[in-house]
């Protein structure tokens, strides 16, 4: 019987503020989440599972983008990694910058390594306009081998 992989995508939006301080950003965020994978089905023996998303620039002006990986829950032998539209990076890395030009889109996406091995992988990513930190996203990615 083959394993199944269940692999589901889930945006949480959280209330994100600086540290230390009262105040809150009232502004019009300026980047949006846009769900491509919600749902995918593979093997355990694959390579990689990606779960996709997208992250949209809806002002007018060039936004720099912060994410920041946060590993909730991932079995063991099972590796994370992240993608963003500058590239792809070791599974070591937590965090990174990207810009993205007006009213354009950029790609984010996490990349599970479950190694032939069930179980499961829960990762979320906190990102924000680096000018807007308190309105933060938070992406959670899920992947499930049985």
Known sequence: MKNAIYLQLLVVLFACSKKESSSIDT??????????????LGTATEDEIVVK??????????VTVKWKRILKNVSVGWEMAVCDTN???FPQVDSAYFE????KSAKLSAYFYPDSKT????????IYAI????????????????
């Open 27 to 40: 502004k019009s965020p300026k980047i949006t989440v846009e769900m491509l994978d919600v749902e995918q």
């Open 119 to 126: 179980g499961q992988g829960v990762a979320q990513i906190k």
């Open 100 to 103: 993205i030009p007006p009213f």
């Open 53 to 62: 998303s997208s992250v949209k620039n809806i002002s007018n002006e060039v």
């Open 131 to 146: 000018s807007q930190p308190s309105l933060c996203k938070v992406i959670e990615y899920k992947a499930i081998a049985q």
């Open 87 to 89: 590239a792809c990076y």
